[in-house]
């Protein structure tokens, strides 16, 4: 295949394209040129707005190499002066998605692709705007409509990214891919909210008592573990365990109306490994990386009890601000992380619960599966 000769490469650098066009017809019409020849040719003829013969060239360097950026442009940028915006924006699309590709670029192609974004960026916004006012017409209204429906908006529009179920440990099939649950589900909250004076006098009484709390993530000995990792045998995040592996700790006797407020709480027991219930604390500017956690079977639950401002927790892709007294419960196995800006500490009420949608078959087959697999499984350190 013939490619571009020297000559024509410094025309292109001057962006002298009447010479281009000159040069490149003989060789075009040879019907042995490259990709890269037929492209520039493309470029060449769109210059002189010979549009209909720009698109055959740019047409024949596509055939020859899909992923063309110049000719890809070429197409995108004769489609929009035509106006038509939706062919248009699939190659606009496809130089956006190419330019990862390219080692470098003439200098008439790094204007061509910071357009592409820029006209990307437009078609994005002025078709999301279209939607919403169609949306609207027909009775849409993001407080009122369904929120499930509000989130496939966001995702088909790119303003969201989807988080999908990533259990490192055991996976269950078949169970709703719900980040924030609605509080309404479980009405047996109000009463664990309702205990949030007498929870967090227990709290400042453990407080008062370095031993009561303890890093979050411990390192054991002879084990693998993550050197990178800031929070490893840190108190920047650490607990207070009044249940640890399914086990009460001494702790929870000194915090009798705390475990009085879970008693009507579906907890998820399992045997060396649940129930799970602590108080987290997260001193100034920490930060908990994102992560997911082991099971899918289960849903986690915060009371937050002190709350400074400018503290952020994310599941997925929504971020929420504690509350004081106002419970949450997600699933763990999706993406999340939390961090504190403030310069206070911060401490929430964590628990674990079986997830709604399991029957009480299921809870009691996971139960034996899990307890059966930890029983011929090494203990390692548990992220959460």
Not at 43 to 48: E, G, H, I, L, N
Not at 356 to 381: F, I, N, W
């Amino acid at each position: 295949m013939i490619k571009p000769p020297e000559m024509v490469l410094d025309a292109v650098r001057r962006r002298d394209w009447a010479s281009i066009r000159t040069q490149l017809e003989d060789l075009a019409a040879t019907g042995d040129a490259g990709a890269e020849v037929l492209a520039l040719l493309a470029s060449a003829r769109a210059a002189s707005g010979d549009a209909e013969l720009a698109h055959g060239a740019a047409d024949q360097a596509l055939i020859k190499e899909p992923a063309n950026l110049r000719a890809a442009l070429v197409k995108a940028d004769l489609l929009w002066a035509q106006g038509d915006r939706r062919e248009a924006n699939f190659f606009y699309r496809a130089v956006v998605q190419n330019t990862a590709a390219a080692t470098s670029l003439a200098p008439d192609l790094v204007e061509g692709v910071a357009r592409a974004r820029e006209i990307r960026d437009f078609v994005s916004s002025d078709i999301f705007a279209r939607i919403r006012e169609e949306l609207e017409r027909e009775g849409y209204s993001e407080a009122r409509s369904s929120s499930r429906f509000t989130l496939a908006l966001d995702l088909a529009t790119g303003r969201k990214q989807p988080y999908f179920q990533q259990p490192r440990a055991f996976y269950f099939p078949e169970l709703p891919n719900t980040q924030f649950y609605p509080r309404a589900q479980f009405p047996w909250l109000d009463r664990v909210e309702a205990a949030t004076e007498a929870m967090t006098a227990e709290l400042e009484a453990v407080l008062g008592e370095d031993e009561a709390f303890a890093p979050y993530i411990q390192s054991v000995a002879n084990m693998p573990v993550r050197a990178d990792y800031p929070l490893v045998d840190s108190m920047a995040w650490s607990a207070c365990f009044l249940s640890k592996d399914g086990v009460q700790t001494p702790n929870a006797a000194r915090c009798p109306q705390t475990m009085a407020a879970l008693a009507e709480a579906p907890l998820c027991r399992i045997k060396a490994r649940s129930p799970q219930i602590m108080f987290s604390q997260l001193q100034a500017g920490a930060h908990i990386e994102a992560h997911t956690g082991y099971l899918n079977t289960r849903l986690v639950c915060h009371v937050p009890l002190v709350t400074p401002p400018d503290c952020h927790f994310r599941v997925g892709n929504e971020v929420r601000s504690w509350r004081r007294g106002e419970a949450w419960v997600f699933d763990d196995s999706i993406e999340h992380e939390a961090i504190n800006r403030s310069d206070r500490t911060r401490v929430v009420l964590i628990f674990d619960i079986w997830r709604p949608e399991l029957t009480e078959e299921e809870r009691h087959l996971v139960t034996t599966l899990l307890e059966t697999m930890d029983a011929y499984s090494p203990k390692v350190t548990k992220w959460d």
